[in-house]
C-alpha cells in the first residue's frame, strides 16, 4: 500500500501588490546554496509502493555522483537507497538547487517505463518560483534554448524547442532599495515546461526579464545576497510542487507538496501561504480531467 520578475507594471492589478516593512539591507556574501541536507536528516517520502517511490529532494543535493562536482560527499540516490534499504534508479533530473518531487523507479524494468513516460512529454509538471520584478499575469515561453553540456561553446550547441507556460500567483513591493529603485519588487510564479531542457524554467524566466531569486548563473547577485542575509533564505526559489504520471502497474498518480523550510517561511513572510499546494500522493484508475486547481491570481493576504 503506499505511504502515504525588478520592473513596475502599470498592467498589474493593484489588488495583488503587497507592501511589507522589513528591517535591516544587508548585502554581504556571495551568491549561497541552501544545504538542508548538512545533519542527514530521514529524507521526506511522499508515496512508495512496490515499484517506485516518490521523495523530496532538497535544496543543495546532487542527485548522483558527478564528474564536475568530485569533492561531494552526499547524494540523494545513496541516501535514499540506504533509508528503504534497497536500490532506486533514477528517471528524471532535478538540478542541485532546485528543490522537490523526484521519481525513482525500485527496477531497471519500472525505471525503463518512468524514463519513456517522461521522454514521451506523458509527465505533466509544476514548479512554483520566487522572480525579480512584476512578471506577467500569465505567458507561454517559446524559446529555443542551446544544449549547455561543457563540451562545447553554447554558440556552436544546436537549439532545441523549449516552451514553458507562466501564470503570476502573487507580487510584493518591498520599501528597500536593492539596485537602483527606491522599491523592489518580486512575483510568485507558477511554471509548467512542456519540454525538459536543461535548467529550462530558470534560462527561460531569465530570458523573459523575470530570474529567479538564489539563481547564481542566470540571476543578479545583489538580489541573492539580499535574501540569502536580510530574508534568511539563501537558496534558489525553485520547487517542484507537482507532478502527474503513468503508474508502470497502470493508473496515473497525482502528486502535490509544498516546499519547505525557508521557502516556506519566505512564503509566510510575504503573505503567500494561501498559494502553497496541498500535499497529497493518490494513484488514479485513469489521468486527472481537472488538473492542480491553485488559488486565483491574487494575493490572498490581508
Not at 538542508?36 to 548522483?64: C, M, N, R, T, W
Not at 537549439?159 to 537602483?180: M, S
Request: net charge neutral.
Amino acid at each position: 500500500m503506499p505511504r502515504s520578475p525588478d520592473t513596475p507594471n502599470s498592467d498589474a492589478p493593484s489588488s495583488d501588490v503587497l507592501s511589507i516593512d522589513l528591517i535591516g539591507d544587508g548585502l554581504v556574501g556571495d551568491d549561497l546554496i541552501d544545504n538542508d541536507f548538512e545533519a542527514a536528516p530521514p529524507l521526506d517520502i511522499l508515496y512508495q509502493d512496490d515499484v517506485l517511490v516518490i521523495v523530496l529532494k532538497p535544496s543543495g543535493l546532487l542527485v548522483h555522483r558527478s564528474p564536475i562536482d568530485r569533492h561531494e560527499t552526499e547524494f540523494l540516490l545513496q541516501r535514499l537507497r540506504d533509508q528503504i534499504g534497497q536500490h532506486v534508479f533514477p528517471v528524471h533530473r532535478l538540478d542541485r538547487p532546485t528543490s522537490g518531487l523526484m521519481v525513482f523507479g525500485l527496477s531497471p524494468s519500472s525505471a525503463r517505463k518512468l524514463s519513456a513516460a517522461f521522454e514521451e512529454q506523458l509527465v505533466s509538471k509544476r514548479y512554483l518560483a520566487v522572480v525579480r520584478g512584476v512578471a506577467p499575469e500569465h505567458e507561454r515561453l517559446d524559446y529555443g534554448l542551446r544544449k549547455e553540456d561543457g563540451r562545447l561553446p553554447k554558440a556552436q550547441m544546436p537549439e532545441q524547442d523549449a516552451i514553458t507556460d507562466i501564470r503570476r500567483l502573487a507580487q510584493v513591493e518591498l520599501p528597500v532599495a536593492i539596485d537602483r529603485y527606491p522599491q523592489s519588487r518580486f512575483s510568485l510564479v507558477e511554471a509548467r515546461p512542456l519540454t525538459g531542457r536543461r535548467h529550462q524554467i530558470r534560462r527561460h524566466l531569465s530570458r523573459r526579464g523575470y530570474p529567479i531569486i538564489g539563481d547564481a548563473k542566470h540571476g543578479k547577485g545583489i538580489y541573492n545576497r539580499y535574501f540569502g542575509t536580510t530574508l534568511e533564505c539563501p537558496r534558489l526559489l525553485l520547487a517542484a510542487v507537482g507532478l502527474e504520471l503513468p503508474h508502470p502497474d497502470g493508473g496515473w498518480l497525482s502528486l502535490s507538496c509544498p516546499p519547505q523550510g525557508a521557502y516556506e517561511a519566505l512564503m509566510a513572510r510575504f503573505g503567500w501561504l494561501g498559494h502553497l499546494p496541498e500535499r497529497y500522493a493518490k494513484h488514479l484508475p485513469e489521468r486527472p480531467a481537472v488538473r492542480w486547481t491553485t488559488p486565483p491570481a491574487s494575493d490572498l493576504s490581508d
